[in-house]
């Protein structure tokens, strides 16, 4: 540490300080009462840090950084004698205001620190504090008592993805939490994802956000920023998100909340949202970035205006040296402070684009963040396409490491359970893997497969709804998008109808049983494990009430569903041929093709005319996986509305097929099949095990 000199020390404003350092940026504590606050901004004219006692109105000192502590574009000062727990602060910004020139500066405002670990203000949900300074930056102690807890490193295939939100997976009067909507509430619910048997909860955004921007109401009732993809903040957790965030001990409980997952074999996925600001475009608010330094954080046209790759105002310029670090600084600090096991990146495609909005054929922070040292066995999952229609899904410009959430994974099951029978050439492409999107890879873990996520409909929705159903939001049915690959199953709605409800049981069984039995990584979202239900809307993200929240309820209402589930996470749990990095197709030591695929009779399916019935077998022999006993499982699908037969392939001497799982409920390999072949229903499935 550098020695400080008494001639350096000088009081501003009734506040001793001196120059400060550089590194690390943000607010950094130095003992003794001495905190290091560095900041950047390659365009101001002047910079002056605000202090603020907790909760009060008014700073208590302004502290004009001297120029002879600026280096380069940095600022920084090291204040002396201040207690950490009682502190705020924010920052003015002095220099042009030009905004066709992409100036932006205005002293009048007071902006928070783009480090900031902790953020005062919002630490009640729907609550704002009523300020002239609603936001301000805090200081945290590093000093959370990990006891040895690491990131877990769960191989990619091995992972069942359980995408959820922090808020609606515990807020129902019903769900087993009693801390509801909180980081606390999610460590109640670990017996539940155990009891499942998923292993990875990716959390929509926990970044800090402000759920009271744009206010406004629809019916009579408060509409909010429930998703959070308006990032404020990206270093601070969202403090409304912990029970006791308004002690200032968000961090702390985040924190314990990854460590309590972890103990349990469960990894924590981060959605991140680096491609936009809460900033907005023009007529959104100043809280940091525009106001610090708006050429380098965000894509401007020539007249000044904001380019909105996005959709949502603004796009961050991620490719700019600056803002890359800035970028790389952020999950560094979740991998190493925080022990999050990976990121999903919302709008993926805006990382790879240029300073001038083009995208690049090798993107820096693409390669960067992919071949960074802390971030080395981070888990790296992109949303491979964007607002502007940049669609890369099987051509994400990046290293082999990333992964990507398969769009036409989704899109492809969603048309074949639908009854598409031009979907099914493709289907046999995407149970293997997808190796005609991801073969030069040499490993299916590049494909996350999903049916449905936090965007669109729920499972049960898409067999539910024919059209989207917003008018709640506010839009006029306007917003969220209107190619959903849905089918009501013939009534749009709830329906008491007991055909209808059998249908749509076994519409979503045949889905997951897709999901679960294909290469690639699994993700399945919150609540489709027992149908949950938006009530038709397939845009939810204003929507922080029963609408928006699991129905708890429902675990207990469709028990068989639950039941289904649970088998097949099972299944892919128990069986590594289901799991295998790669597109193995070719024959193993059983003698048989590890991966095959089967038509009304066995080996015979033309995989290139259209078909709604098909089936396909794994061979896995205890030689190539370690496993007890050799096993062959057979996997067969009728997303036909007739009755169909299938002949059962051959067995090796001694073996004989059981029933795993079929509609009527979850055998779970006991019930032995006679004859040598199986009866499908209209639209339904079989799962059977050789043994």
């Excluded at 600022?75 to 009682?86: C, L």
């Excluded at 670990?117 to 704002?128: C, M, T, Y």
């Excluded at 749990?573 to 289901?578: A, Q, T």
Aim: aromatic letters at 12%.
């Amino acid at each position: 540490m550098r020695r400080i000199d008494e001639m350096d020390i000088i009081t501003i404003d009734g506040i001793t300080c001196c120059k400060g350092h550089p590194l690390p940026f943000g607010a950094t504590l130095l003992g003794s009462g001495r905190i290091n606050f560095s900041i950047n901004s390659a365009d101001a004219e002047g910079c002056a840090l605000q202090l603020y006692h907790s909760g009060e109105e008014s700073p208590f000192a302004e502290i004009p950084v001297p120029e002879a502590y600026r280096i380069g574009n940095n600022y920084a000062i090291i204040v002396f004698d201040q207690n950490p727990e009682e502190l705020e602060y924010t920052y003015r910004f002095y220099g042009r205001y030009d905004p066709p020139a992409g100036y932006r500066f205005n002293p009048e405002i007071c902006l928070l620190d783009p480090y900031a670990k902790l953020l005062s203000g919002r630490e009640v949900w729907g609550r704002k504090r009523e300020s002239a300074v609603p936001l301000r930056g805090k200081i945290i102690q590093e000093d959370f008592p990990w006891e040895g807890d690491q990131a877990l490193e769960i191989p990619f295939e091995d992972l069942v993805i359980y995408e959820t939100h922090v808020r609606g997976l515990t807020c129902d009067p019903a769900s087993p939490a009693k801390k509801k909507g909180t980081f606390a509430g999610i460590i109640e619910m670990i017996p539940y994802f155990k009891e499942l048997g998923v292993n990875c909860i990716e959390l929509l955004p926990v970044f800090e956000f402000d759920e009271l921007e744009n206010p406004r109401t629809a019916d009579g009732k408060p509409l909010y920023n429930y998703w959070g993809y308006s990032t404020v903040s990206f270093f601070a957790p969202k403090s409304a998100y912990a029970f006791s965030g308004i002690y200032g001990l968000a961090a702390d409980e985040m924190k314990n909340m990854v460590k309590h997952l972890h103990l349990n074999g469960i990894e924590v996925i981060l959605d991140v949202v680096f491609n936009h600001t809460a900033e907005m475009g023009d007529g959104g608010p100043t809280l940091n970035y525009r106001g610090i330094d708006n050429r380098t954080y965000y894509h401007l046209d020539e007249k000044g205006d904001y380019l909105n790759y996005s959709g949502c105002g603004n796009t961050v310029n991620c490719n700019n040296v600056v803002v890359r670090q800035y970028i790389l600084d952020c999950l560094r600090y979740w991998v190493s402070d925080y022990h999050v096991d990976g990121f999903r990146f919302d709008e993926a495609p805006i990382l790879s684009r240029d300073v001038d909005g083009t995208p690049m054929q090798s993107p820096p922070l693409l390669e960067s963040l992919a071949h960074d040292p802390i971030l080395s066995r981070a888990k790296l999952i992109a949303e491979a396409w964007d607002a502007a229609g940049l669609y890369q899904v099987g051509s994400f410009p990046a290293p082999d490491r990333w992964a990507e959430w398969n769009g036409r994974f989704r899109d492809c099951v969603r048309r074949f359970i639908k009854g598409d029978a031009s979907a099914g050439p493709e289907l046999i492409q995407r149970v293997q893997g997808s190796p005609d999107m991801y073969g030069g890879s040499g490993s299916s873990h590049s494909t996350v497969n999903f049916i449905t996520c936090h965007d669109g409909f729920t499972m049960n929705d898409l067999v539910s709804y024919n059209e989207k159903h917003n008018y709640g939001n506010g839009e006029e049915n306007r917003d969220g998008v209107d190619y959903n690959i849905s089918w009501n199953c013939g009534a749009e709605g709830p329906t008491d109808d007991p055909e209808i409800e059998a249908l749509r049981n076994r519409q979503v069984k045949n889905a997951f049983a897709l999901l679960m039995t294909s290469r690639g990584t699994p993700m399945m979202s919150a609540g489709d494990e027992f149908r949950n239900s938006q009530n038709g809307n397939n845009n939810v993200y204003c929507q922080d009430s029963p609408v928006s929240w699991l129905n708890w309820k429902n675990k207990k209402r469709h028990a068989d569903v639950y039941s289904f589930y649970r088998a097949m996470i099972r299944l892919r749990r128990e069986h590594p041929v289901l799991r295998r990095r790669g597109h193995f197709t070719d024959r193993n030591s059983s003698g048989y093709p590890e991966l095959s695929f089967h038509g009304e009779k066995a080996w015979n399916l033309n995989m290139w005319d259209s078909f709604l019935t098909f089936a396909f077998m794994y061979a896995e022999p205890k030689a190539d996986f370690g496993t007890k006993y050799d096993c062959f499982i057979y996997c067969a699908f009728n997303a036909h509305w007739e009755d169909h037969d299938l002949e059962l392939p051959l067995l090796p001497e001694g073996m004989r097929w059981y029933l795993y799982a079929d509609p009527a409920g979850a055998e779970c390999g006991k019930k032995p099949v006679d004859g040598g072949s199986i009866h499908l229903g209209p639209r339904s499935c079989s799962i059977l095990l050789g043994k």
